[in-house]
Structure formats: C-alpha cells, structure tokens
C-alpha cells in the first residue's frame, strides 16, 4: 500500500486547510484509513481515524473544527480543518492499517504511513 498525501502549508490562526490522501497498490485489504499528527519535541498523535464502515474517531482537542471523510471509491481519505489554531502546527501523516484474509480467518496486517505534509498556523 503506497498513500500519497497532499495539502499543507501556512496560514493564519482561524482559517481553514484540507488535506486529501490517496492510497494505491493492495487497497483492498485496507481497513482504517485516518491522519496523526507530530509536532516537534512531541510524540506522534491520532487527529482522526475513519473505518471502512464510516465510523470517524477525532481526538478531542480536534473535534467540532476538523471533519474527515473517505471516499471507498476513490481509496482517499480526506481532512478539512477549519478554526485552525498555532497549536494544531505539526506535520501530519496519512496513515493505513490493512488485514490479511485467510480463508475465513481475518489477522491485522502491516500498517501503512504516507509521507508527512507540514502545516504551520501562525497566530
């Protein structure tokens, strides 16, 4: 699974960004699809995660600003920020976790990272 994102930049406190990620090669043992963030001297963080039935996860300092949304179709996965504040700066990262079928047997398999794509909101 290759997941190639895009999206990002600058931009003032209180203004919007979407990010958009595409996911190519064995989508078709992706199973959750979302975005984590790092901010520096910070670990790695869930910003919001989406199954392959639709149920959206967001962690709590995100909820009510950023909405994510999955096209099964198109294998993307995209996030819309808005109200954006300095704190949600970090690089943010798509990310894929897939299964592997055998026979009726489901086992989690390797997950997957996209490259990060920086976002900087100056206040």
């Known amino acids: 699974v290759q997941l190639q994102a895009s999206g990002g930049g600058l931009v003032q406190a209180g203004k919007s960004l979407r990010l958009s990620c595409a996911a190519s090669?064995?989508?078709?043992?992706?199973?959750?699809m979302g975005w984590y963030r790092q901010a520096p001297g910070k670990q790695r963080e869930l910003v919001a995660d989406?199954?392959?039935?639709?149920?959206?996860n967001y962690a709590d300092s995100v909820k009510g600003r950023f909405t994510s949304s999955r096209d099964s179709a198109k294998n993307t996965v995209d996030l819309q920020m808005n109200s954006l504040k300095p704190e949600d700066t970090a690089v943010y990262y798509c990310?894929?976790?897939?299964?592997?079928?055998?026979?009726?047997?489901?086992?989690?398999?390797?997950?997957?990272w996209g490259k990060g794509t920086q976002v900087t909101v100056s206040s």
């Open positions: 990310h894929a976790d897939t299964v592997r079928v055998f026979g009726t047997i489901k086992l989690p398999g390797d997950d997957y």
């Open positions: 989406i199954t392959k039935s639709g149920s959206v």
């Open positions: 090669g064995s989508i078709s043992s992706i199973t959750t």
